[in-house]
């Protein structure tokens, strides 16, 4: 089918887009046409909820399940199959909540999770066991309370709003938000995490991007998964928030079946950089009930980094790092260049393989004085 990048009005208003997502396979099936739903697949959505806006949809270029896009949106079997794994594997509100909804896991900074809708429900969603039930949404009490534990930990310096997905509020009742985390004297920076870039572009308007530069420094970290998706609304959603001087970085997650080749992954991280967003992070797909079926062995991310290393300028290159399961936190991973480093020479192998010798200090790379 063809690709919409530019929907006829109302679809460009994104309340018509939230007012229509569509929530049913069969009306999946009658927009794509040649696409087969399985019992399967329809016994998926008991469990994990189905929407997705008629935007994204639009960017399915065949009727298969294969189809990146579809492989992001719609419902697989594979879903069911939980592999082993927890639904909160990593620990987030197990182990690091000391207020409902808010998650400190780092010293200096907390992630509020401030609803549980999204305009399409990715199906490698870390909180996939939240998201489409209202009833993990926050009140406004609740929020006062984050706010409150905020201001008492004056050693946290940077908020990060997120979901869900947090621009699926109102701009008014974002601003809320963004203002009570910002009238906080220690918060120094606030994060906005969306999605919206990718599967609700029409989001990013004028009115949303006046507001939140008032509230300066505010950055916006989105994510985009497939070159696909980075179409011309897309790209000019991110130059909007770009030209109010809000930086925008990609934080990509490792899909099996979606962007784990080098062309394609490549080809996304090149795509990013001509709008001007940042290869920010490379995310190994989180070890969590109901997204085993997009994992990817991390060997296969550092060779995917050490291909962008030989191909792409460093700006290009995004860190690859995996979330610790029960709460260990991020932690990055470089392919492994280094072979030795002792008696005043490091020796290590280029991204081409070739092994080099370089001069060294000792003390510089020894535990040795």
Request: aromatic share 6%; hydrophobic share 35%.
């Amino acid at each position: 089918m063809d690709h919409a990048t530019e929907p006829p009005a109302p679809r460009q208003d994104w309340r018509w887009q939230m007012r229509h997502r569509i929530t049913s396979l069969d009306a999946v099936a009658d927009q794509v046409p040649g696409l087969v739903i399985s019992d399967g697949m329809r016994r998926v959505i008991d469990r994990y909820p189905f929407a997705v806006t008629p935007y994204f949809l639009s960017l399915v270029a065949e009727p298969s399940a294969n189809d990146p896009i579809l492989r992001q949106c719609l419902p697989d079997p594979a879903e069911l199959d939980d592999a082993g794994l927890e639904p909160d594997e990593l620990g987030e509100f197990s182990t690091h909540s000391p207020v409902r909804g808010l998650i400190h896991r780092y010293p200096d900074r907390v992630v509020c999770v401030l609803t549980a809708t999204c305009p399409t429900y990715c199906r490698h969603c870390t909180r996939k066991r939240l998201v489409g039930r209202p009833q993990f949404g926050l009140t406004p009490a609740e929020l006062d309370r984050q706010i409150d534990y905020v201001r008492s930990h004056p050693g946290i310096k940077d908020v990060i709003i997120s979901g869900g997905e947090p621009l699926v509020l109102s701009t008014e009742h974002l601003e809320d938000v963004v203002a009570g985390f910002r009238s906080v004297p220690s918060v120094e920076i606030i994060r906005i995490g969306t999605r919206s870039p990718a599967t609700l572009p029409m989001r990013v308007d004028e009115a949303l991007c006046e507001m939140l530069e008032r509230y300066h420094p505010v950055w916006v970290n989105t994510h985009f998964n497939h070159p696909r998706e980075l179409t011309p609304m897309a790209a000019e959603a991110c130059d909007r928030l770009l030209r109010h001087g809000i930086p925008v970085n990609s934080q990509t997650v490792l899909l099996r079946g979606v962007n784990d080749s080098p062309q394609v992954l490549e080809a996304l991280c090149r795509a990013l950089l001509r709008i001007r967003v940042r290869p920010y992070y490379l995310f190994q797909c989180d070890p969590v009930a109901g997204v085993a079926h997009f994992r990817t062995p991390v060997r296969r991310g550092l060779d995917l980094i050490r291909h962008l290393d030989r191909t792409i300028g460093g700006l290009g290159v995004p860190r690859f790092a995996l979330d610790a399961v029960h709460g260990g936190g991020k932690v990055s991973i470089r392919p492994d260049y280094l072979v030795d480093c002792s008696r005043g020479r490091v020796v290590f192998r280029t991204v081409d393989g070739e092994t080099v010798s370089y001069p060294d200090r000792p003390a510089d790379c020894s535990t040795e004085s």
